[in-house]
């Protein structure tokens, strides 16, 4: 390999990285709170609840109650295991490892009273 094609693939790559979080980013009603990092899809945990930070990709063949009208009406904004830290992320009691998506979804949903 030519040391010029070397160099721009390394320099795509070095820039293709940062760029790739940037749907996550936009993703999110509101900024990621300062000094706090989202919940990863692949967690142990999350992945065990179906946890996905966009709620329309909850996998509905897993999990059944994310389904229908009733399903698309679940987000964790308004769960009951959901303290609000911005428009856009809060807390889960479930998923501790950081912040959660408010259009996001689990199988732990339960609703607020």
């Not at 094609?5 to 293709?16: D, P, Q």
């Not at 709620?55 to 999990?63: L, N």
């Not at 308004?78 to 998506?101: E, H, I």
């Amino acid at each position: 390999m030519k040391r010029r094609t070397f160099i721009k693939t390394l320099f795509g790559a070095i820039v293709a990285i940062p760029l790739a979080q940037l749907p996550r980013i936009a993703f999110a009603a509101g900024a990621l709170p300062e000094g706090k990092k989202a919940v990863s899809e692949s967690d142990p945990v999350a992945s065990a609840i179906g946890y996905k930070e966009d709620g329309k990709k909850a996998d509905v063949a897993k999990f059944p109650q994310a389904k229908g009208k009733a399903g698309k009406d679940q987000t964790c904004a308004n769960c009951a295991l959901y303290t609000k830290v911005n428009d856009g992320w809060g807390n889960c009691q479930m998923l501790t490892s950081g912040v959660v998506a408010a259009g996001g979804w689990c199988g732990s949903w339960s609703k607020k009273s």
